[in-house]
């Protein structure tokens, strides 16, 4: 068996199987982060863990990794050895395909099952085997009463998010499912905040648990108050959209972009250059040669973008740099203020960009709390903002060029055509052919849609049209708000956050979800059940559509 690369040699200190070791190394992973740092070496010994960590510092290789390292060799039994329990299905299958990224020179099987997925894929799945589920409570509550899921072989349960598992209502579901599994498991509990349900439910399931807390340090001495810190909530399919217009509306004379993985440096570095901008990529698959020839490059202006990550950068002081910007958001608060302690220096003013997943929201809040500073959260720039920012910046060259002078040589030029046409409109004409000879034109591009974001802290209002949902089931059948937003959000893409009003009364309730998505909450509710019962779900015939604004 070959050996790892170099870059995953912080990795291997962890005492991992090799495969896990290779497999980090060709995702580009370069150093453990310090969840991951303090989480594993314990988890290995068989401890149940409470941690506290929010989106985005690595917790779920965190506990994937010591699930994948007590996987037998060769065959192995049709039932799990680990269950995850998530909130959300996006998070199932987030966490369920990073799991199979890790383990799949192990052959790992994983599977996420979650509403609003046909549940005959899932149960040719766990009749076929598997050695990690990744699910959501009620989904997994369901396959435990058809009994096509069975945890008797559990080895380790997750309970990823807790405390958005309890803002959902999952309390009952997540009682049912761990008397359902073995009273010697290895239990772990992660959350980004650890109020008094949280601790309870951490008495109640873990046995003398170890404590981890990341994302909590203080700020720097000395901050960065000349940097202007400012952050976008965009999903992850327009994130590389984003960072092309917000560069070209900020057009940085030299910035570093941060990415948490060699092998995202190098995807998005070629997609910067295949889009016009000068980048180079710095990570810790290069050699000490190839990173001298890109400082030098950089330094030299022929590159304008540095693309690293955080082990590659250390130690860079480049006096030019005016930008970083974070293209993922800092696996911990320490991280953030050493990048963006890299702008400002020297009494020089510097711009800090995070680009943020709407699930991401809690580590934003973390950092803002870690370095006492807001963080603005910006609109991504449109097509008129890109379009006129392009336009100044071909007034801009124009304007340059008439001060430096020496343009008689196309006078000849402009006298013949004014002879024929009104001068201004010769001028017109020169400066469109100048604007889109430049890259000004972006009559194909469209705007990007704006990303759902949170309420609270970080954050800005924005107006989203809401329809009311009739469900056939209310008081008298023991509903209550957190059962609804429980299996809402269990069953269809929507979070928390997104359900609006509830009213309940004794035969039915009322609840306010935005209109784009009714038909698939409708489907996805048609497919399980509230409280154990099947009920009628329909739009509310009463109601008309209304905008509603949501802070």
């Known amino acids: 068996m070959s050996e790892p690369p170099a870059t995953a040699e912080e990795f291997s200190r962890l005492a991992l199987r090799p495969e896990l070791v290779r497999a980090l190394a060709e995702l580009g992973y370069e150093e453990p982060t310090p969840i991951q740092r303090e989480a594993i070496p314990l988890l290995l010994q068989g401890r149940d863990l409470m941690g506290q960590a929010a989106t985005g510092t690595g917790k779920t290789a965190a506990f994937a990794l010591p699930i994948l390292q007590r996987l037998p060799e060769g065959d192995r039994r049709t039932a799990p050895r680990a269950l995850v329990l998530v909130p959300t299905r996006e998070l199932a299958i987030q966490v369920s395909e990073a799991v ?8 790992a099987r994983v ?8 549940i005959v894929r899932q149960l040719r799945a766990l009749t076929s085997g598997v050695d990690v589920v990744v699910g959501t409570p009620g989904r997994v509550l369901d396959h435990l009463n058809r009994r096509s899921l069975t945890l008797d072989h559990v080895e ?3 309970l990823d998010e807790a405390d958005e598992m309890l803002d959902m209502g999952f309390a009952e579901d997540l009682e049912a499912i761990m008397a359902a599994s073995p009273v010697d498991r290895q239990t772990l509990l992660f959350s980004a905040t650890i109020p008094a349900r949280v601790e309870k439910l951490a008495r109640r399931y873990l046995r003398d648990p170890v404590s981890v807390q990341v994302g909590r340090g203080p700020a720097t001495p000395g901050g960065t108050p000349l940097v202007r810190q400012t952050a976008y909530v965009v999903a992850r399919a327009h994130k590389p959209a984003t960072l092309g217009r917000i ?12 990415c948490r993985t060699r092998d995202e440096v190098d995807r998005l570095t070629e997609t910067l250059n295949g889009r016009g901008y000068r980048a180079e990529a710095l990570h810790g698959g290069m050699t000490q040669d190839q990173r001298d020839r890109v400082m030098g490059r950089l330094r030299a202006g022929t590159a304008e ?5 955080d082990v590659a950068a250390r130690g860079l002081d480049i006096d030019q740099l005016t930008h970083v910007i974070n293209y993922d958001v800092p696996s911990d608060p320490e991280s953030y203020v050493h990048r963006i302690g890299r702008v400002g220096r020297a009494g020089r003013s510097g711009v800090a960009i995070t680009l943020a997943e709407p699930r991401e929201h809690r580590m934003l809040k973390s950092i803002e709390r870690a370095t006492r500073q807001r963080l603005h959260l910006e609109t991504v720039p449109t097509v008129a903002d890109l379009r006129a920012r392009r336009l100044e910046t071909t007034r801009a060259a124009i304007h340059e060029n008439l001060l430096a002078g020496d343009l008689d040589g196309f006078r000849v030029v402009v006298e013949t055509l004014a002879a024929e046409f009104d001068v201004l409109e010769v001028a017109l004409a020169a400066v469109q052919l100048a604007h889109e000879s430049s890259g000004g034109s972006a009559a194909d591009e469209g705007d990007i849609p704006e990303a759902t974001e949170p309420t609270g ?10 329809a009311r949902l009739f469900i056939g089931a209310g008081r008298s059948a023991g509903i209550r708000p957190q059962d609804l937003v429980g299996a809402i959000a269990g069953e269809s893409r ?4 997104d359900i609006g009003s509830i009213e309940i009364s004794d035969r039915f309730s009322l609840v306010e979800i935005p209109d784009a998505a009714v038909d698939e909450v409708i489907k996805a509710l048609r497919g399980t059940t509230i409280k154990g019962k099947k009920a009628v779900i329909r739009r509310d015939r009463a109601q008309a559509k209304r905008p509603r604004s949501r802070s």
């Open 457 to 466: 802290g970080v954050g800005r209002k924005s107006t989203a049209t809401m």
């Open 247 to 258: 560069l070209d509306v900020e057009s940085p004379t030299a910035a570093i972009v941060f």
């Open 494 to 497: 929507l979070t928390g956050r």
């Open 305 to 309: 973008l540095l693309v690293a990550t």
């Open 156 to 158: 380790t349960v997750v």
């Open 111 to 118: 599977l996420p099952i979650y509403g609003g997925q046909p």
């Open 100 to 107: 199979h990224r890790y383990g799949r020179d192990m052959r």
